[in-house]
């Protein structure tokens, strides 16, 4: 069983940066993968990044690569996702997941509460 707990989110202006954080319990988090997720309103869940267990391989949606950057630390069960040049676009609920096998996938195993961003134009 893995709990998620995200934290960081906000309201920025557009342009800004912010850093969001997904805390996990367990003493297994360094065999997870990780994904970070988002909803708007009105629109389905989309993918943002995910990062492997081993934190070695990355992966990034198209809207969001070289703005957004996932990291872990997996001495502190923590996966982070910074965002930088943030667009009202961006503007959604995210989820952070845990899942052994991980990628570019929906049907992660575990997911957080979310943790709303609000860009402001």
């Known amino acids: 069983q893995v709990q998620l707990v995200e934290s960081g989110g906000g309201l920025v202006q557009a342009g800004g940066s912010l850093s969001l954080s997904c805390a996990a319990s367990?003493?297994?988090?360094?065999?997870?993968?990780m994904g970070w997720f988002r909803q708007a309103p009105g629109k389905e869940r989309e993918f943002v990044a995910a990062i492997s267990a081993s934190g070695r391989t990355t992966y990034y949606a198209d809207s969001v690569k070289g703005r957004f950057t996932v990291s872990r630390d997996n001495a502190k069960n923590t996966v982070y996702l910074q965002m930088n040049s943030l667009k009202p676009e961006d503007t959604a609920v995210y989820y952070c997941?845990?899942?052994?096998?991980?990628?570019?996938?929906?049907?992660?195993?575990?997911w957080g509460q979310g943790t709303q961003v609000t860009v402001s134009s």
């Open positions: 997941a845990a899942d052994r096998v991980g990628g570019v996938r929906y049907d992660y195993h575990y």
């Open positions: 367990g003493r297994t988090f360094s065999s997870y993968a």
